[in-house]
T-cell receptor
Framework: GAGVSQTPSNKVTEKGKYVELRCDPI?????LYWYRQSLGQGPEFLIY????????DSGLPNDRFFAVRPEGSVSTLKIQRTERGDSAVYLC???????????FGQGTRLTVV | AQSVSQHNHHVILSEAASLELGCNYS??????LFWYVQYPGQHLQLLLK??????LVKGIKGFEAEFIKSKFSFNLRKPSVQWSDTAEYFC??????????FGKGTSLLVTP
């Protein structure tokens, strides 16, 4: 049983570029969450999927951020026109229906230069 | 809106010392409370959780936490820490979908 897998583990991009971050949840987990963790802070909720649909996207900071989960498994977090302030570790977590514990991936460290 | 406050940002203890990390939350409804740990270079892992019932919750590795509703607190405790407990500890409040609202974290260093 593999855990939550996130790729890439590190991403360096130039300001203004577009990036995609991928999350492979644990097989069979219907709930998927994205968080962002800035230096010295706790993880900050971005978006929550139940199946294919975004059940709660209230944490997305602005319209440059978008996430999809077209088949209810893999999810992609997309950031347009990246800014230096987007630099952070982006965490993904997944949870089985009816369970209370979410399992986290190692995260993608995004650096915008 | 939910918020979580962790009082201690950096804690240094000697092995065998007792640990208590403070966590206060603000939320008017039913709360689901969690403590997560992140060991150096590893992903976040659940230490323990509280949903209902006995307010004293026992987790993995000898950790426990007590939910005190009147104080809006969920402090983490361990009677005797080990060097291997060196890690970042996060308190979190969950909503109905279990999207978590985390505190800023407490960095614990245990010295031999």
């Amino acid at each position: 049983g593999a855990g939550v897998s996130q790729t890439p583990s590190n991403k360096v991009t130039e300001k203004g570029k577009y990036v995609e971050l991928r999350c492979d949840p644990i097989s069979g987990h219907t709930a998927l969450y994205w968080y962002r963790q800035s230096l010295g802070q706790g993880p900050e909720f971005l978006i929550y999927f139940q199946g294919t649909g975004a059940a709660d996207d209230s944490g997305l900071p602005n319209d440059r951020f978008f996430a999809v989960r077209p088949e209810g498994s893999v999810s992609t977090l997309k950031i347009q026109r990246t800014e230096r302030g987007d630099s952070a570790v982006y965490l993904c977590a997944s949870k089985k229906q009816g369970d209370t514990e979410a399992f986290f991936g190692q995260g993608t460290r995004l650096t915008v230069v | 809106a939910q918020s979580v406050s962790q009082h201690n940002h950096h804690v240094i203890l000697s092995e065998a010392a007792s640990l208590e990390l403070g966590c206060n939350y603000s939320y008017g409804g039913t709360v689901n409370l969690f403590w997560y740990v992140q060991y150096p270079g590893q992903h976040l892992q659940l230490l323990l959780k509280y949903f209902s019932g006995d307010p004293l919750v026992k987790g993995i590795k000898g950790f426990e936490a007590e939910f005190i509703k009147s104080k809006f607190s969920f402090n983490l405790r361990k009677p005797s820490v080990q060097w291997s407990d060196t890690a970042e500890y996060f308190c979190a409040v969950g909503n109905s979908g279990y999207a978590l609202n985390f505190g800023k974290g407490t960095s614990l260093l245990v010295t031999p």
